[in-house]
């Protein structure tokens, strides 16, 4: 039996979210008996809103690589395999549903935005995951979750892993602290100096117009140790970066509902995206450093302690 697939990965598809205006190429999988080549076709009497391109290049089993390009936001077509030379009478496998979504864009108002660069120019793997993001679970399933079940909490782990596994180049993980000594253990006291932290919010921005996610530490609660600041406290935690705008930044939290960011970037209509969220700065008080503003959208609240050097 025949089967639709991620070209990259050649993960199995039953159907697969397109973009507007964007060339994705994906596979189907095996020949007929004899190992013929199928016939792979837009199902007939669809209602278009794709183009359907079947490349000539020779895969693996008889495999029949093509590009899809959805040209009408809201279509929805199938792609069908049938046995070559049957008058596409006799169906192989079960039709792949694509349906065209928008022209990708970055989220309002930022300069870089890595998690909507994989809506305007991701491989098919890449879209998928975007996808996936987009319509995945508020809670510990979610692909971005780290394991808030495990007794050692691996939050530093998987921010430091987003990069390869969502963007296709590392995370930078380098890292320095970034405050002051304080003198008390509450977070609305941690004091930066302004000089440094203008030096470490350009070096952050570079690293993300090179695509290059960063993570960062932060502490969410009171309490923490003074003067210097232990990383194995409860009330510490690891982000990560993915995009700028000219006073903030967005997150990836690994924490389940610790953030949450309403999000109109990549390629569907404005929504909540559970494990995304923003951090702000004051160019003109940056004693505060870089911290969550007033209103978040989950139920966790942030002031980055250390990042890149």
């Not at 700028?244 to 990549?266: E, H, Q, R, T, V």
Request: hydrophobic share 35%.
């Amino acid at each position: 039996m025949a089967n639709f697939q991620i070209y990259e990965t050649k993960e199995d598809i039953s159907a697969f979210d397109l973009p507007l205006n964007r060339d994705v190429k994906l596979r189907q999988y095996g020949g007929d008996r004899d190992g013929n080549r199928l016939e792979v076709t837009l199902a007939p009497g669809g209602p278009g809103g794709v183009d359907l391109t079947v490349l000539p290049e020779k895969l693996d089993a008889a495999s029949t690589a093509f590009n899809a390009r959805g040209t009408r936001q809201g279509a929805y077509v199938e792609i069908s395999a049938f046995v070559a030379g049957s008058g596409q009478t006799q169906y192989y496998s079960k039709n792949l549903g694509l349906t065209v979504h928008g022209a990708p864009t970055k989220n309002a108002g930022y300069d870089v935005d890595l998690l909507s660069n994989l809506a305007i120019s991701g491989n098919g793997a890449q879209i998928l995951t975007y996808t996936r993001i987009f319509h995945g679970s508020a809670g510990k399933s979610n692909m971005l979750s780290q394991d808030p079940d495990k007794p050692v909490l691996d939050c530093g782990d998987v921010a430091g892993a987003y990069g390869a596994k969502l963007f296709g180049k590392a995370t930078n993980t380098d890292w320095i602290a970034y405050y002051l000594p304080p003198k008390t253990s509450k977070r609305a006291d941690l004091r930066f100096e302004p000089g440094q932290m203008r030096a470490k919010i350009a070096r952050i921005k570079r690293l993300l117009d090179q695509n290059i996610s960063v993570r960062v530490w932060v502490v969410d609660d009171d309490g923490f140790s003074i003067p210097f600041i232990q990383s194995n406290a409860n009330n510490t935690h690891f982000i990560t970066l993915i995009g700028y705008a000219a006073s903030k930044f967005m997150m990836i939290d690994p924490w389940p509902g610790g953030s949450s960011l309403n999000y109109d970037g990549g390629m569907y209509t404005a929504r909540k995206v559970n494990f995304l969220g923003e951090l702000v700065f004051d160019p003109m008080d940056l004693d505060k450093g870089i911290h969550s503003p007033a209103t978040v959208g989950g139920i966790m609240s942030y002031t980055v302690i250390a990042g890149p050097q």
